[in-house]
Each structure stands twice: as structure tokens, then as C-alpha cells.
């Protein structure tokens, strides 16, 4: 078989590759040589690759247990488009191929992490996938449930808080054919408890303090030029208010809001037009009712569901049910 070119298979669509083996794999010097799917010769050292690898270990330990020749030939299943991949990932003098898109991803993962058991490989492996969490948060979700690393699946399902589920009523989110039903609904699950955690934050106040500066506790308006809820609200401190009604109308759609994407930013124009239009009409209100909601929507709110949505981040419940039965044995 003669051996250097690499000719790239359609079983291997990745992103384009060089179209000659690199260097350090075409070593006359190295001691064992691949023979890949689509018929390449890969020339490797094995202590390289046993140091990475304990199946390679074991299957070079096997290849000179039968007698090999002095050079063993010992075929494997993957194609040399993707082993150049995976070894550039740690192979001395090689240049690591930078993945692009999370299926490239999934197939060097897989064959790294599921069939090499490279573990030595996974830091830098859950950097590469944390990059992609804020774009594409069930995918590498389920990637990273896919290998076991609930560190990434609790940072990637907190990010998933900012979609909402909707998106996905006719078309499944990107990824899901990496990790299984369980998984998933485990994820289902988990954004559940966040929206209720989250959305508790505005049916009760009972968190928020009163002050004399907040001016939906304290206007005087007549209730023709600034209404009051009929109802009075607890707060905290056992105390109780009523409050203007543009304040509980912020409240209503913050809420609806979290329901739809815990995640959600609370100080959106869609949901702070209404209640400052509301509140333009009362002379009292409108002295300090704009820069007061504000600050009520970008931190006081924001901060109270923060705590609310870390208190079902805490809980390991959810996470357990990733992969029930599997611990999470790869490196941080
Ligand atoms: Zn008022």
C-alpha cells in the first residue's frame, strides 16, 4: 500500500483537510504504522500514543504479543482524514485542526473520548466546547451529556434559560440527536423549575424591602389620575403595601416574560413602554418613577431571579438524571 496521499471520503465531510499526510506522520523513524479505513498508512510512534491512549496501549501491547513484524501494519476503523484530526490534537509537531461546527465536533469526540478514552484531552475538548455555549446551548448540551461532563451541561442548560420552548414547536433545537429522550427531559425539566423559580420573583414581593424613594409605594394621587391596586401586596419585614398600578403591570409582564425564557432581560422596551406611559400621567410618579424602574428592571429584579435560578442550579437532582448510573470521570 503505498502511503502519503490522502485522499478525503464521503463518509468524512468535514472541513477541508490537507490533502497530504502531515509530516510528523509520514516519520520513516516511527515504530508502528495505522492502516485506515480508506487504505492510508499513518506512521506513529507508540509511546506517543500509548501516553494518550489506553486502548492504543493495550492494542499495541496485543500487536507484539502475535509476533508482529518489527514495523507492526495494525488496521483501525477510522478513516485518516479523522485521525489526522484527533492527533493533531496532541501529536508532537503537529498543528491542531481547528473544528468548525458541531458535527466536525462530535465525530473527533466521539472517537477520541468514546472509543480511545483520550482523557488527557478533555480540558481542552470542554474549552473548545464551552465557546459554542452562548450560540448554541441544547447542542452543546447534549454533547456534553453525550461524554458525561455535567460541569459543561449545568453551564450550557443555564444558558438554554434564554431560548424559549417555543422556538422549538416545529423544528427540534439543534444537536438533540446526540444525547438521548432522558437527557433532554431532564433539560425540559430543569427549565421548568427555573420559570417557576424565576417567575416567583414577581408574584410575591415579599423579598423587597419598602422605602420612601420607591414611588410606586407612596404616590397620593387621586385614583383617577394614579390608580392603586385594590389589593394590598407583603412585603419584607412583614409589612404590606398597595402599590400603582403601572408597577404590578411591569410585574405582570416581567413575569410572563420569565415564564416564556427564564433568562429573559427584564428591561426590554416591550416590557417597560406601558408602565412608563402609565406613569407619565402622574405628577407624582413621573418625578422618579422612571429612573426607579429602571433600576428595579436592570438590577434589583434581575438580581432577586439570579438568586431564585442559582438556588435549581444548586440542587444536583437534575444533573444526577443526566446518565443515571455514569459519574463523571473525565478531568476538569
Ligand atoms: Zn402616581
Redesign the pocket.
Known amino acids: 500500500m503505498s502511503e502519503g496521499k490522502l485522499k478525503p471520503t464521503s463518509s468524512t465531510p468535514l472541513v477541508p483537510c490537507a490533502d497530504i499526510l502531515p509530516a510528523p506522520l509520514e516519520d520513516r523513524n516511527a515504530d508502528t504504522i495505522l492502516r485506515t479505513s480508506d487504505g492510508i498508512d499513518i506512521r506513529v510512534y507508540r509511546a506517543v500514543l500509548s501516553l494518550t491512549s489506553n486502548v492504543f496501549s493495550q492494542m499495541f501491547q496485543r500487536a507484539q504479543a502475535a509476533g508482529e513484524a518489527e514495523i507492526p501494519v495494525i488496521p483501525v476503523q477510522e478513516s485518516a482524514p479523522i485521525l489526522v484530526r484527533l492527533f493533531s490534537l496532541f501529536y508532537p509537531g503537529m498543528v491542531p485542526v481547528v473544528l468548525t461546527g458541531l458535527e466536525p465536533i462530535r465525530e473527533i469526540f466521539d472517537v477520541a473520548f468514546l472509543k480511545y478514552e483520550m482523557l488527557s484531552l478533555a480540558r481542552s475538548s470542554k474549552r473548545d466546547l464551552r465557546a459554542r455555549i452562548h450560540a448554541s446551548p441544547v447542542a452543546v448540551y447534549a454533547l456534553a451529556c453525550r461524554y458525561a461532563w455535567k460541569d459543561v451541561a449545568a453551564e450550557a442548560a443555564k444558558a438554554s434559560l434564554s431560548l424559549s420552548l417555543h422556538e422549538f414547536d416545529s423544528a427540534p433545537p439543534a444537536g438533540l440527536q446526540y444525547t438521548t429522550a432522558d437527557s433532554y427531559h431532564a433539560l425540559l425539566q430543569y427549565f421548568h423549575e427555573c420559570r417557576t423559580a424565576a417567575k416567583r420573583a414577581t408574584d410575591s414581593l415579599e423579598w423587597l424591602a419598602w422605602s420612601p424613594k420607591l414611588?410606586w409605594f407612596n404616590?397620593s394621587?387621586a385614583p383617577n389620575v394614579?390608580p392603586n391596586s385594590a389589593e394590598t401586596w407583603d412585603l419584607a419585614d412583614y409589612l404590606e403595601a398597595q402599590m400603582?398600578q403601572w408597577f404590578i403591570a411591569y410585574l405582570k409582564s416581567a413575569g410572563e416574560a420569565l415564564w416564556d425564557r427564564p433568562g429573559a432581560r427584564l428591561d426590554t422596551a416591550e416590557l417597560l413602554d406601558g408602565p412608563i406611559k402609565a406613569?407619565s400621567g402622574?405628577p407624582?410618579?413621573s418625578r422618579t418613577g422612571f429612573k426607579e424602574l429602571i433600576k428595579f428592571a436592570r438590577e434589583t429584579l434581575p438580581e432577586k431571579v439570579a438568586e431564585e435560578v442559582d438556588a435549581v442550579c444548586g440542587a444536583p437532582a437534575w444533573i444526577v438524571q443526566i446518565h443515571p448510573g455514569l459519574t463523571c470521570f473525565y478531568a476538569d
Open positions: 414611588p404616590c394621587e394614579c400603582t406613569m402622574c407624582m410618579c
